[in-house]
């Protein structure tokens, strides 16, 4: 099983859109899929047709080092839910907790995607640690630019502190609009930045992507000829490519 990481320590940025959705793509591809959704605010299970709560989830078998269960959607993914409310200060300072967890299901599934909260806590190092890739979402805008270069230099001192051996995928700008010449602007200084190779196709700003969540459903299964259908495809597509 090949973990991706989905991070940045900014909100708002696109992470649990861009997990869900890359996630739907791939299981559309064939692929065995599992998300973990590390951020406490839950919102994955809500683009997976779930609006109540859960009561167990990754954030209690992190705190007892069990996992309780897996739940399988409509959708061919699996989920390990977030707690909701859950008091991260209850989760033991065990940065491998979540690797060894995901160790008991190496063989059930081919990619596992994981949700991260915009922080830098030990959620974020048990994914570090536990993971393979890295792909960091972007808004695109100057401060989403200057926020994600100040989160790869974060990452690669994590990373190196943590000795691990985690690759990025790239930098994915989200709410991309063309016509903006900020905009394109921004995605130039990037790549001068970082290497063009690091940067992905951008999501460009689709409204049905918010609308998606309100009728709990990935972008795939709620309008299939829509732009956000197109650029989640593309993406899917280079992810495969990029981790063979």
Known sequence: MKK???ANRKGGVGKTTTALNLARGLSLKGKRV??????TQGHLQYGLGYK??????IHRALSFGKLDKVIKTEFDVSLIPADINFDISNIPNKKGRLN?????LE???DIAIIDTP?????????GIVASDYILVPMQTEYLGLVGAI???KLFYQMASSLKTNLKLLGVLPTLYNKSIKEHTQ???KLKSSIGESRVLTPIRKDFELSKSFIVNKPIFDYKKRSRAVKDYSKLTEDILKKIG
Request: charged residues 25%.
């Open 4 to 6: 991706i990481l989905i």
């Open 118 to 126: 915009p922080t830098s806590d030990t959620l974020l190092k048990n």
């Open 52 to 57: 109540k709560p859960f009561k167990k989830g």
């Open 100 to 104: 060894s967890i995901l160790k008991g």
């Open 186 to 188: 921004i995605i130039e």
């Open 34 to 39: 599992l998300l973990i959704d590390l951020d």
């Open 107 to 109: 063989y059930s599934y």
């Open 150 to 152: 100040q989160f790869l």
